[in-house]
C-alpha cells in the first residue's frame, strides 16, 4: 500500500538519504562525480534538509510504500521567472519517485496531492525547472498539461546546465493512471 504524507523535522534523515538516492540514480550516469558529489553534499544533507522542513515557505510530501520511503515532492514560495505567467504559481521544486514505482499510478496521485497542497497555499498554478535532457520527466510534465515557457540555469557542482521551465494552471485535474494528459 502506497501513502502520501506530510514531512516533518523528524524525517530529516530519511529524507536525506532518500533524495540523496533519487538524485544520484535520476541524474549520476550523465554527469560528471566530482560535480554530482559536490551537489549531493550541497542539497542533500541530514542538516540541509532539515532546514527545508522547518522553513515556513516549503511544505516537503513523502511517499510511502509498506512504510519504506519511495518518493517524496516539495513545494515551496520562491521568486517567479518573469516566463512565467500563470496567476500565483508556486514552485514544485523537487519531485521525484523510485524508478521501481514508474507507470503504477503513483506520480500521478503525488501530483494531484502537490496540487491540495499549492490550492490550499492559495496557488493557482504551479512551475517547475527540470533538466532538458531529463525527456523522461519533460513527456510526464506535458502529458499533465504542463508547457515549457522559457529556461534557467541550474548549477550542478562546477557545470552550469539548462533546465526547461514548465508551467501550468490548475484548472485542470491530472490525469488517473492510464489517461491521456492534454
Known sequence: MVTIRDAGVGDAATLAALAARLFDETFGASN?????AAYLAEAFGEAQQRRELEAAHVHTLLVLAAGEPIGYAQVRHAEVPTCVAAPSPLELWRFYLDARWHG???????????????RAQGGAAIWLGVWEH?????AFYRRLGFTDVGAHGFQLGRDLQTDRIMSRTLDGAVPEPGQRGT
Open 32 to 36: 560528471a562525480p566530482d560535480d554530482m
Open 104 to 118: 503504477r499510478g503513483v506520480a500521478q496521485a503525488l501530483m494531484r496531492t502537490v496540487e491540495q497542497v499549492v
Open 134 to 138: 531529463n525527456q523522461r520527466a519533460l
